[in-house]
T-cell receptor, first 113, second 113 residues
Framework: QKEVEQNSGPLSVPEGAIASLNCTYSDRGSQSFFWYRQYSGKSPELIMFIYSNGDKEDGRFTAQLNKASQYVSLLIRDSQPSDSATYLCAVNMGGGSNYKLTFGKGTLLTVNP | DGGITQSPKYLFRKEGQNVTLSCEQNLNHDAMYWYRQDPGQGLRLIYYSQIVNDFQKGDIAEGYSVSREKKESFPLTVTSAQKNPTAFYLC????????????FGDGTRLSIL
């Protein structure tokens, strides 16, 4: 069974701090990794995607990928109360010819003013 | 404005009734997907379609049916065989293989009367 695991949280950080969200996956052949943000009652919104080992930065967000250790993380710098949401990690397992994404159950992040 | 439109936003089903959820996209995406989300759970794939007139079962296809007669449209029917249909249903699309990110519509909330 191919799985994506996330700490369900809640993860609570003060405003202005760095929030670190982690995700592990079971399929070593996975190639594409995605982070979505989902506000309560809303649909998921794509934040970042990463394909290669290392860091990828976009504004206050940094995705980090380590394929050898089979984990991907999302760092949110200068966290804001508006960042409070559930963050979903999604992995394309089995290579690019596989259209399916496997989602983790999400980590609830709360940023306290 | 390009995007994915799901309708209706809320839907109520009577016992023994089939209901159809609409999903339309004007992003010119080849692939479309249907997910189900239950409270506190991740997204589970119901059906997906890589191209017009072709679709594949996802992880939880029992009690559901789909069609893909047009590139823009991928309706989902929740049949009376689906005994626990109450959930948040999300439609997504992507431009190609699993390496491409999926983008979501606003979702449909289905409840049993």
């Amino acid at each position: 069974q191919k799985e994506v695991e996330q700490n369900s949280g809640p993860l609570s950080v003060p405003e202005g701090a760095i929030a670190s969200l982690n995700c592990t996956y079971s399929d070593r052949g996975s190639q594409s990794f995605f982070w979505y943000r989902q506000y309560s009652g809303k649909s998921p919104e794509l934040i970042m995607f990463i394909y290669s080992n290392g860091d990828k930065e976009d504004g206050r967000f940094t995705a980090q990928l380590n394929k050898a250790s089979q984990y991907v993380s999302l760092l949110i710098r200068d966290s804001q109360p508006s960042d409070s949401a559930t963050y979903l990690c999604a992995v394309n397992m089995g290579g690019g010819s596989n259209y399916k994404l496997t989602f983790g159950k999400g980590t609830l992040l709360t940023v306290n003013p | 404005d390009g995007g994915i439109t799901q309708s209706p936003k809320y839907l109520f089903r009577k016992e023994g009734q089939n209901v159809t959820l609409s999903c339309e996209q004007n992003l010119n995406h080849d692939a479309m997907y249907w997910y189900r989300q239950d409270p506190g759970q991740g997204l589970r794939l119901i059906y997906y379609s890589q191209i017009v007139n072709d679709f594949q079962k996802g992880d939880i296809a029992e009690g559901y049916s789909v069609s893909r007669e047009k590139k823009e449209s991928f309706p989902l029917t929740v049949t009376s065989a689906q005994k626990n249909p109450t959930a948040f249903y999300l439609c997504a699309s992507s431009s190609g293989t699993g390496e491409q990110p999926q983008h979501f519509g606003d979702g449909t909330r289905l409840s049993i009367l």
